[in-house]
Each structure stands twice: as C-alpha cells, then as structure tokens.
C-alpha cells in the first residue's frame, strides 16, 4: 500500500520535474557545504576533472551533472531543460527519457574527461579539447542530448535560441554548438564544449535509433512539428 502511494506520488510530476528540483536541491547543499568546509573541500569530491577522474573519483560522471558554478548557470540550464526536457518528455515517455538524460549525460561527461585528458593542455589556454586540470559541472551535456533528438525528430520545429533568435530546431544546435564554442576560445570563458559536443553525438545517436525502429510514429512527429 505504502508503495503505491509513494510511486503514484512520483508519478504525479514529471521526470523533467524530477531533475530540475534535484539540481536546485544539490545546488543549495553544496553551497551550504561549501560555507561550512570549504569549496576545495567539496568541489573537488563532486565536480568532473579528467585527472580525479582517472586517479579513481569516476562517481563524479554522474554527481557532476546535478552540480552548477553558479546561479547564472543554474538558471539557463533549468530554464533549458524546462522547455526542452518537457517537450521530449511527452514525445518519448517518461521511462525513455530518464534513460536518454542520464546515459547521454555520462557519455557527455566521458568525452570530456577523455578529450581533455589525452589532448588537452594544462592550464586555461585555447586548446579546443579543454585542460586535464579543469572541472566540469552542469546538466548541458545531457540537454544537448536532448536537443540533437529533436534535431532529428522535430528537425523544422522553431525555437527561440537565447530566447528571441527564431531559428529551426536543426539549425539551432549547430548554432549553440558553434556560438559556444567560439564565445570560450575568444573570450577564455569555461565552457564544456566537448561534453556539448557529446550529448549531442548521443542525442543524435538515439534519434537515428528510434527512426530505424519506429520509422511510421517518427514520421508522423516530423510532420506534425514541421512548422
């Protein structure tokens, strides 16, 4: 009885939800956290860095996606997979996307860790592969997932890139990926670009797996989304 209590109250909001209240609850805690013991305390144990990484703190593929820098970063993160985890949310199924958002967000977090580790270069510099010294956080690796999918499902469908540049949904993440990636070699800004570039590979990687399996239900999305 106590059981379907506790999964009809589950149910009651939707995975997306789910995430987003998980990185405002993670968020607060480790700045909490943080207050009390210290950032080079607590970052190090929950952030993604290709050297902790591979000396052994592979739990952090995962933590990493919960934990942001940030307000700011927080925000546009949320904000993002407000909109965008909800919409895919309703197109694939809430069991699908738990597992869409979570294996996509640790394949993100494995290209970085990877890329940085084998041909990044220490210290901030303007290698496109990023520094093995650097921390990741955030859950942008696993919204870009998200995004390649609908690249592929939806591909017509018009957003709003930063909110007020209508651009179609394929056009849109070649656009984040390339302005992204652009803003932090000129500028120095710590962007995860190869987690970006991760997710979307995976997101991309699924789209192609669900037209090959449900090409007659895709079809109908394209269409329906065509704009």
């Known amino acids: 009885m106590r059981g379907n209590y506790f999964n009809g109250f589950f ?9 987003i209240l998980i990185d405002i609850i993670i968020f607060f805690l480790v700045m909490l956290l943080t207050g009390i013991l210290g950032q080079e305390e607590v970052f190090p144990l ?33 904000i993002s997979l407000f909109f965008i985890g ?29 890329l940085a580790y084998f041909f990044g270069t220490s210290g901030l510099g303007t290698n496109i592969f990023g ?14 997932a998200l995004g390649g999918l609908l690249a592929l499902l939806t591909p017509n469908l018009r957003v709003y890139v930063f909110f007020v540049i209508p ?16 803003a932090s070699v000129g500028a120095g800004l710590p962007i995860g670009n190869t987690a970006h570039f991760g997710g979307l590979i995976a997101g ?10 449900y090409r007659r239900k895709t079809e109908m999305i394209r269409r329906y989304f065509a704009g």
Do not use: C, D
Not at 167 to 182: D, G, K, P
Not at 204 to 213: A, E, N, S, V
């Open 11 to 19: 149910r009651k909001f939707s995975i997306t939800s789910w995430f």
């Open 46 to 78: 929950i952030a993604l860095q290709p050297l902790a990484f591979f000396s052994g703190r592979m739990w952090t593929l995962i933590t990493s996606m919960f934990m942001h820098g940030n307000f700011t970063h927080l925000f546009v993160n949320m």
């Open 131 to 144: 520094s093995p010294e650097i921390y990741a956080v955030g859950a942008s690796g696993a919204i870009f």
């Open 204 to 213: 991309l990687f699924y789209g192609f797996y669900l037209k090959k399996k």
């Open 86 to 114: 909800s919409f895919v949310e309703r197109l694939i199924g809430r069991k699908r996307f738990f597992w869409l958002y979570m294996l996509s967000g640790i394949f993100a977090g494995l290209v970085f860790v990877f």
């Open 167 to 182: 651009m179609r949904m394929w056009s849109a993440m070649i656009f984040l990926l390339v302005v992204l990636w652009l």
